[in-house]
């Protein structure tokens, strides 16, 4: 049924053909397109795509949903193939004999074998569950894990891996995705979690990140801010004096050529400072995983800036 050439107007607006209104409903249920001013059925017996049930609920759809986990790019077929689980019991949960038990180990070990068809696949299936073990470690959300995926594999797309440990250019992958997705984690961070020296992966990270062409903009020191504050469990006034220190001492170009770590360390020691909320610059230090060198530094030249005489 096709009513394009009644039902549409110059611009292409569906339209009434009775009262050239565009004031049209869809009443699901039916399947009916309705003009709302006259009420002339445009439209009938449309095909609903939607499920055959009905839910109310999250719990009521995921029991009539038969379809699986949406795809990921975490790994490395995404999702799509199926897993043999290693509960030896059967759908009504009875235990399987000790018969069943062996072949369903020995289906298992090829199920396993034959999800990866070469040695590419290999690598990124390695490098993925690096990827994910990381970001499990670092806490860090699904979204991070995903962009670290995409990136991973587009620099195996484009050969960046070869002559470069796996775990280098994975580490260097998340660290990227982290900086994109705004929840920044230092190299110190990372490196603590990965298997590869901090030197490596910040080596490795300026080179996909120029080869791929990430764009990436320095870290804002902010963005530290408040999980610093929390881990030193220091309030929301300190949390926003910090930010005003940052704010009003970038105006004047002193965070050009700093550490962003050590920039949002020391804002945090003088905050504590000016609240009465005194931390020690060893216990800032240890938090940021920066030098109290750093921080005394940083400190000084914040202080000066704002015009406060510590």
């Known amino acids: 049924m096709r009513e394009t050439d009644e039902t549409e107007d110059q611009e292409g607006v569906r339209v009434c053909p009775e009262c050239e209104s565009d004031n049209l409903v869809k009443d699901s249920d039916r399947g009916e397109l309705i003009c709302e001013d006259c009420g002339l059925v445009v439209e009938e017996e449309k095909i609903d795509p939607g499920p055959e049930w009905r839910a109310f609920n999250h719990q009521e759809r995921q029991q009539k949903s038969r379809v699986g986990a949406p795809t990921t790019q975490t790994m490395h077929d995404k999702g799509l193939t199926t897993t043999i689980d290693w509960k030896d019991k059967d759908a009504y ?45 670092l806490g860090v959300p699904r979204s991070v894990r995903e ?63 120029q080869e791929l062409g990430l764009e990436m903009r320095p870290v804002d020191p902010k963005k530290y801010v408040p999980r610093f504050c929390s881990e030193l469990e220091l309030s929301e006034e300190v949390q926003t004096k910090a930010n005003e220190i940052i704010e009003k001492t970038a105006e004047e170009g002193l965070l050009s050529g700093k550490s962003p770590t050590g ?20 216990e800032v230090a240890d938090v940021a995983q920066v030098t109290e060198v750093t921080i005394r530094n940083r400190y000084q030249e914040q202080i000066e800036a704002m015009g406060i005489h510590g």
Not at 108 to 136: C, H, P, V, Y
Not at 192 to 205: A, L, N, Q
């Open 263 to 282: 920039y949002a360390a020391a804002a945090i020691y003088a905050a504590s400072l000016l609240c009465n909320e005194k931390k020690t610059q060893r």
């Open 93 to 137: 949960g009875r235990s399987i004999s000790s018969k069943k038990r062996s072949q369903m180990h020995r289906l298992r070990k090829w199920q396993e074998r034959i999800r990866t068809k070469d040695a590419g696949e290999r690598n990124l299936q390695f490098a993925l569950s690096e990827i994910d073990r990381m970001a499990s470690a």
């Open 147 to 209: 962009v670290a995926s995409v990136i991973y594999r587009r620099a195996l797309k484009e050969d960046l891996i070869r002559g470069r440990s796996i775990e280098g250019v994975a580490t260097s992958a998340l660290y990227a995705a982290c900086r994109k997705e705004g929840i920044p984690r230092s190299l110190e961070e990372i490196s603590e979690v990965s298997r590869v020296e901090r030197k490596e992966i910040g080596r490795t990270y300026r080179y996909i990140s």
